[in-house]
């Protein structure tokens, strides 16, 4: 069965510093998201992409993050300047359609130090 | 703005005894209500979507339905396999977001309901 796959699995990063998060959505799937889940907390929306461009963010989502698609395949997050806030895990999803449910990824597990 | 509610925070049951667990939601227009199933360290697996009260959906154990303000995930007997954090979440019909775009597919998730199947 088709998966997502997100690399790393786990990343430990000093407060201040740049990361970037790795995904790679499914094949034929045309819609992208980035979703969060701090320990203990709600899985929480942070940015959907389509047609290589964001197509709706949330209020987590600020100048810190920004999303990528680079190469057809891979779908990146790339956090700027990593506040301790920022650990969590996070999760990658693609779907084919522009609503119904999709497919999402094992994680990547950020912790900031 | 779109809320979820999942309860009860946790339930443990003994193999074989059948429970419920709840997800009260209020949207703007629902588009779809979804089940999924987490693991520790693990990604959301989905299970279900429901788009409209009175539907059901099945699969093994586990029995989805949707009422205008609730769905309800039915477990019948239970094994020690099906012990995992079960999420709920919606999706708005499309309408303009705060950004002032378009929606595309938000899911909203509730907080889950963790569960415990003792042998």
């Known amino acids: 069965e088709p998966e997502v796959t997100q690399t790393p699995s786990h990343q430990v990063t000093q407060m201040g510093q740049e990361v970037i998060l790795r995904c790679v959505p499914i094949s034929n799937h045309l819609y992208f998201y980035w979703y969060r889940q701090i320990l203990g907390q709600k899985v929480e929306f942070l940015v959907s992409f389509y047609n290589n461009e964001i197509s709706e963010k949330s209020e987590i989502f600020d100048d810190q993050f920004s999303v990528e698609r680079p190469d057809g395949s891979n779908f990146t997050l790339k956090i700027r300047s990593t506040k301790l806030e920022d650990s969590a895990m996070y999760f990658c999803?693609?779907?084919?359609?522009?609503?119904?449910?999709?497919?999402f990824g094992s994680g990547t597990r950020l912790t900031v130090v | 703005e779109d809320q979820v509610t999942q309860s009860p925070e946790a339930l443990r049951l003994q193999e074989g005894e059948s429970s419920s667990l709840n997800c009260s939601y209020t949207v703007s227009g629902l588009r779809g209500l979804f089940w999924y199933r987490q693991d520790p360290g693990k990604g959301p697996e989905f299970l279900f979507t429901l788009y409209s009260a009175g539907e059901e959906k099945e699969k093994e154990r586990l029995k989805a339905t949707l009422t205008k303000k609730e769905s309800f995930l039915h477990i019948t007997a239970p094994k020690p396999e099906d012990s995992a954090t079960y999420l709920c979440a919606v999706q708005a019909v499309p309408s303009s977001s705060h950004a002032g775009g378009t929606s595309y597919g938000k899911l909203t998730f509730g907080q889950g309901t963790i569960l415990t199947v003792h042998p």
């Open positions: 999803a693609s779907s084919e359609y522009r609503l119904g449910g999709y497919t």
